[in-house]
């Protein structure tokens, strides 16, 4: 069987996608099993040719970013985008929310030059085919999409709630301890990693399909939190993630009433 032609590729990240898949010893045995003809941290960049599929961490924070990836979209067939970053904008996407001005002065002496992009998920950009949204990734999940690659299985992704899993695990619920936790509109997949750990959801693998924000909302505010603490707590680590239910929903308003 010919191997699938494979590369892994980073936009304006931390490099902490790709740093999972190399910490993961099933991931290098895997790769037996690919072409793998780039990967930043590994090889150096020269294969010209095209992919059957491209991993891409990161946000897209420049015109390079966006040049390059047109360029990978051209010569590859399936697009995935690994981490929060490149499927819903991540942590960099909090400048959309901010003052673009003092956001640079804080960054650098002169800002005269400097022409301010607006964080992006690559899907704003390019046809993405696959997301696997976390911050950092699963390193499970993203073993079993490259299975997948390698059995032709289609790959599906996880579609329950945080809570879902959260509650089969028996965790005492942190909504109750007044804590907020986006759990409930939060799509699932990680095992309840922070509720299991103590520590609320932060929404990192992106909106629940089906959420109910309205019914969400009105649990907030009988629990006393603000309109302020539910979007910072959304736009954390999911981005621009939660943008669109926020606004089916009017979330502020809602808030505000
Ligand atoms: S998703 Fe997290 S680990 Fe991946 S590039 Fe963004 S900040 Fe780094
Ligand atoms: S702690 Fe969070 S994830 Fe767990 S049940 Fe409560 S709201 Fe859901
Ligand atoms: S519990 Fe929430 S914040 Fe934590 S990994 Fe899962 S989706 Fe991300």
Request: hydrophobic fraction near 35%; include cysteine; charged fraction near 30%.
């Given at each position: ?15 902490g ?98 022409k301010?992009?607006?964080?992006q ?19 499970k ?23 879902f ?23 699932g ?37 603000t ?31």
């Open positions: 069987m010919k191997k699938p032609v494979v590369g892994v590729f980073g936009v304006s990240g931390c490099a996608c790709m740093l999972t898949m190399l910490y993961e010893d099933a991931f290098k045995q895997l790769s037996n099993f690919l072409d793998l003809r780039s990967f930043p941290l590994i090889k150096e960049d020269k294969y010209t040719g095209d992919f059957d599929y491209v991993f891409i961490e990161g946000t897209v924070c420049s015109d390079e970013d966006i040049m390059k990836l047109n360029e990978i979209r051209k010569r590859t067939k399936k697009v995935v985008a690994i981490g929060s970053c490149a499927a819903l904008g991540g942590v960099p996407s909090a400048k959309n929310f901010l003052d673009q001005e003092k956001v640079m002065k804080l960054v650098y002496p002169k800002t005269n030059q400097l301010s992009t607006l964080p998920p690559i899907s704003m950009h390019i046809k993405v085919d696959y997301s696997l949204p976390q911050c950092p990734p699963d390193k999940e993203i073993l079993e999409f490259i299975q997948c690659i390698l059995t032709g299985r289609e790959f599906k992704p996880y579609e329950n709630p945080v809570c899993e959260c509650r089969k695990k028996g965790n005492k619920c942190l909504l109750d301890e007044g804590k907020l936790c986006l759990g409930p509109i939060t799509n997949g990680c095992n309840a990693l922070c509720p299991s750990n103590k520590t609320t959801c932060y929404g990192c693998r992106g909106p629940l399909k089906e959420a109910n924000l309205k019914a969400f909302i009105n649990l907030l505010k009988e629990k006393g939190f309109k302020k603490e539910l979007h910072d707590k959304m736009r954390t680590f999911a981005g621009l993630g939660f943008g669109e239910l926020e606004e089916e929903n009017k979330t502020s308003r809602w808030l505000e009433n």
